[in-house]
């Protein structure tokens, strides 16, 4: 039974805990700040996104402004394949959209299952920002999305239909993930006040189940900003990277003291560890630190990403792959 004195002495080794527990968790870091603008984003569609975020990043733009308006681009590109208008449909021919948006003051935003409009990342801003709320879903996403404005539309061009009905024939419900370039586009940014942000949308994983969520629109699993630390975000198969909170993970390892890239090496290992089948399992990660330092890691070889600074325009990397 509990008296009353042990019950006291237990509420004192708690508070001692939870003081000790709080400043372990919470510690200043010691990364500095830089505000020299960055912006780095996933596959070869980054390049045209980088484009349109560096012209906002380079008059001195918000990050956020500037993840937003870049992925759009993509958004807004009916010849790929896995974003936006153009999105490959689900297994019942719907291209059903998901996206999400966080800022430096850890604001977020998200939707998730969202039909008919072309730019979740604007809608899951809208959220973020005339809302209570983090995520919409669905029906009410939609709905949310026609009360501001947003217009709705066919996002199934001839192009996905063809490959819908192409794969119709054999139905296969296994998705396949990429390894070639045309994927969920994630984006991070530090503008010159030394912010981050980062963003990231996509139509999920081609032909899926309808009403399939992946990781993209769930912040810590597609996306993760901590304006003290740095920012994470992930492509690839989504349910991989939720079992591990993928971009969360890179973030924390961030603060544990880790570089970019080794810390996105780290989570690979991680969603490696927890799977006992990575047959075509693709999953990589992109992270970005508060003093500007950038790194990628991935499960195979052929991920790649945009980097645009001051130094760099237009330039790809290849995600260095030292895995046998
Ligand atoms: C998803 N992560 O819906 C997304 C798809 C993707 O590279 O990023 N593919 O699972």
Not at 169 to 196: F, Q, R, W
Request: proline share 3%; hydrophobic share 40%; with cysteine.
């Amino acid at each position: 039974m509990t008296t009353r004195r042990n019950f006291i002495k237990l509420s004192a080794i708690g508070s001692v805990f939870s003081f000790n527990s709080f400043s372990v968790f919470n510690k200043k870091p010691a990364i500095k700040t830089s505000k020299k603008p960055v912006v780095i984003s996933t596959w070869n569609h980054g390049i045209m996104a980088n484009k349109k975020a560096w012209k906002i990043l380079s008059t001195g733009g918000k990050a956020l402004d500037a993840v937003e308006k870049g992925v759009m681009e993509v958004e807004n590109d009916p010849t790929g394949s896995s974003v936006g208008i153009g999105g490959r449909p689900d297994r019942d021919g719907r291209v059903t959209l998901d996206a999400c948006i966080m800022d430096e003051k850890s604001r977020c935003g998200a939707v998730a299952f969202l039909q008919d409009i072309k730019n979740p990342i604007a809608v899951a801003r809208k959220v973020m920002d005339e809302t209570p709320h983090v995520m919409l879903t669905g029906q009410g996403a939609k709905q949310f999305a026609l009360e501001k404005g947003f217009k709705e539309e066919n996002l199934l061009t001839p192009e996905s239909e063809k490959a819908w009905k192409e794969w119709l024939k054999l139905s296969k419900y296994k998705p396949v993930i990429n390894v070639e370039n045309h994927d969920t586009i994630g984006m991070l940014a530090l503008d010159s006040n030394g912010d981050l942000s980062g963003s990231c949308t996509t139509s999920g994983a081609a032909f899926k189940l309808h009403g399939r969520v992946g990781d993209s629109p769930i912040i810590g699993a597609g996306l993760f900003v901590d304006n003290e630390i740095g920012a994470a975000c992930a492509t690839g198969l989504g349910e991989a990277v939720i079992r591990v909170a993928g971009s969360h993970l890179v973030v924390e390892l961030m603060r544990q003291g880790h570089e970019p890239e080794e810390a996105c090496k780290l989570a690979v290992d991680r969603i490696i560890a927890k799977h006992e089948n990575m047959e075509g399992l693709q999953v990589g990660f992109l992270a970005l630190r508060k003093d500007g330092k950038y790194g990628a890691y991935s499960v195979y070889k052929g991920f790649n990403y945009a980097l645009t600074n001051d130094d760099n325009q237009e330039v790809m990397i290849d995600v260095k792959y030292d895995r046998s």
